[in-house]
């Protein structure tokens, strides 16, 4: 399987992932994670959001990237939206301690578990990003360049003769 194949096939179910747990935003209390994305989302915006606006801006967010993964659309700019959220899903750890670590060390809950498989995802989306390749085009000289290329030979040889 070449390259490309195994790219497309890891956008894939990075995006049916997105499509799955976002879809399960919309309808209340259908998502697990539904109360600690509100909780988080009212941390990292001082209250400013409203509960039950945020967990449907997060729906969209989720489910939106989904579709540009699944079908290819917009790459680049979905791994980037999508980093941008994987970054905020760790928010909990510092937000929420008790809710993430259990009291035997290095133990952690099912939200703490929840959280940190998104290493797994972070890594999947590092793996599909394309860098945007610079192409250079291939350098003619203008008319102008050709011009003072041509005086400046001339200017050589005039220093060489004397």
């Given at each position: 399987m070449n390259k490309q194949v195994k790219t497309r096939l890891m956008a894939m179910?990075?995006?049916l992932v997105y499509l799955w747990f976002g879809a399960l935003k919309f309808v209340p209390n259908l998502s697990p994670a539904e109360d600690l994305a509100k909780?988080?989302?009212d941390q990292l915006t001082f209250g400013l959001i409203p509960d039950d606006v945020s967990i449907i801006l997060l729906a969209i967010w989720e489910v939106?990237?989904?579709?540009?993964?699944i079908f290819g659309f917009l790459r680049?700019?979905?791994?980037i939206l999508g980093l941008v959220h994987m970054v905020c899903t760790f928010a909990p750890l510092f937000f929420f301690p008790n809710d993430v670590f259990g009291a035997e060390p290095l133990s952690l809950t099912?939200?703490?578990q929840y959280i940190i498989k998104n290493l797994i995802i972070i890594a999947a989306f590092l793996s599909i990003y394309d860098k945007k390749e610079v192409v250079q085009k291939a350098h003619t000289p203008t008319t102008v360049q050709k011009q003072s290329s041509h005086w400046i030979l001339a200017?050589?040889?005039?220093?060489?003769k004397a």
């Open positions: 179910a990075i995006g909780n988080t989302i939106g990237l989904g579709f540009l993964l680049r700019q979905a791994v099912l939200v703490g200017g050589k040889n005039l220093f060489k």
